[in-house]
């Protein structure tokens, strides 16, 4: 059994509608879904607000590079456009972490390098696991507290949107 933590963002379109596709789309594999939080665009900073979540997934019959296959194949189901790194994206599936697997190949760098100075992941992954630890990183909930406070209120609760998982 793998367990992957896998982060969903969008911000082009149907942004919910999106990340439901990708919880929709991951099925009986999900086995929990944070909240949705609404940030500030990261990297290129002229482009729409983004809606973000984290699901914790596991699936027996994945590793890594399945857990990868499956989020490319959300991400064209979305029918995102690779056009500018850090761009808009209708859909944006990253897999953060499988287990403890640690992988320098540059298709599939695990843990997902950005995570710990991302508050856009850290704040989701602790509301579905507030003992989460990123490999090689340590507690989430450290990486976190590192993170500036600004950064961190960035990231904006949204009681209003819900994702179900089936």
């Known amino acids: 059994m793998t367990e992957a933590v896998l982060s969903l963002g969008s911000n082009l379109g149907d942004r919910l509608g999106y990340l ?3 919880v929709n789309g991951l099925g009986h594999r999900v086995r929990s879904v944070s909240p949705v939080y609404e940030t500030e665009p990261w990297g290129v900073t002229d482009q729409p607000r983004f809606l973000n979540a984290v ?3 596991a699936d027996e019959a994945l590793d890594h590079w399945g857990w990868l296959r499956i989020a490319q194949e959300l991400e064209q189901k979305a029918h995102r456009v690779r056009q500018l790194r850090w761009g808009p994206r209708t859909l944006d599936v990253d897999v953060v972490s499988v287990d403890r697997v640690r992988s320098d190949d540059p298709r599939l760098l695990l843990p997902h390098p950005g995570t710990p100075e991302r508050s856009s992941v ?3 992954w ?3 696991d507030p003992d989460a630890q990123l490999p090689g990183h340590g507690r989430v909930e450290a990486l976190l507290a590192a993170r500036p406070e600004d ?6 609760l949204r009681e209003d949107l ?3 998982a089936e």
């Open 20 to 22: 439901q596709l990708a």
């Open 55 to 57: 699901v914790l997934a």
């Open 122 to 124: 850290l704040i989701p």
């Open 126 to 128: 602790l509301a579905v």
């Open 151 to 156: 950064e961190r209120a960035g990231v904006v």
């Open 162 to 164: 819900v994702l179900r």
